[in-house]
């Protein structure tokens, strides 16, 4: 049996299994339940607390085949959710914007959202690191948030939110993620260590 690491093995894959952001979590899965999700969201906050989780949650959610809409939790096991978890879904794009950065990558992604999803009910674009996109390729990603077709939906992560252009974030929900409790990270490691069969003592979990 291959190695797999822990931290990618215990990926929250539903927004109950996130620790730290219920203020994200419960306001988005109420959107889902009221259908008022938007086109548009930023994540902003530090490093490793959940906001590309979250992100493909939200992907799964808005996708997930075990109902003919959006659902508050995604199954986890349909087609749909198996392929976002695994990372190639043809509808669900991530872009590691600190090397897609320029404006001939955003004309691409906004012409490619023009056309409808292959698959899935939504075509979404995870962009990490947003903050590093330039202004001219935010200018031309403008357009479309402007106007979003009713099968797109776009989601920047990104540590720096203050350097997303205004224009940008007024036409985004944006989302701050908080850092994650001392006694938060301790539960989830003795959680972890638990189902692992790991011994360890509360001085190394601390």
Do not use: W
Request: proline share 4%; hydrophobic share 35%; aromatic share 6%.
């Amino acid at each position: 049996m291959s190695y797999q690491v822990l931290a990618r093995k215990y990926r929250p894959q539903k927004f109950s299994e996130v620790i730290g952001q219920e203020h994200v979590t419960r306001t988005l899965k109420n959107a889902i339940e009221q259908g008022r999700t938007a086109h548009g969201y930023i994540f902003s906050g530090h490093r490793g607390i959940g906001k590309t989780t979250v992100a493909r949650i939200l992907a799964m959610a808005l996708n997930c085949r075990s109902s003919d809409k959006p659902v508050a939790e995604p199954c986890g096991v349909c087609d749909s959710c198996t392929e976002i978890r695994a990372g190639n879904a043809v509808d669900v794009i991530e872009i590691d914007a600190a090397t897609n950065r320029g404006i001939d990558e955003i004309r691409e992604l906004r012409e490619a959202a023009r056309y409808r999803p292959a698959r899935d009910r939504f075509k979404i674009y995870i962009l990490d690191e947003a903050h590093q996109i330039t202004d001219a390729a935010f200018n031309a990603l403008l357009k479309t948030l402007e106007e979003p077709p009713s099968h797109v939906v776009f989601m920047l992560a990104t540590t720096q939110p203050e350097d997303i252009p205004q224009t940008i974030r007024s036409r985004c929900q944006h989302f701050s993620f908080r850092a994650v409790r001392f006694e938060e990270i301790v539960g989830q490691l003795k959680d972890l260590i638990g189902r692992e069969n790991i011994e360890a003592d509360e001085d190394a979990l601390a």
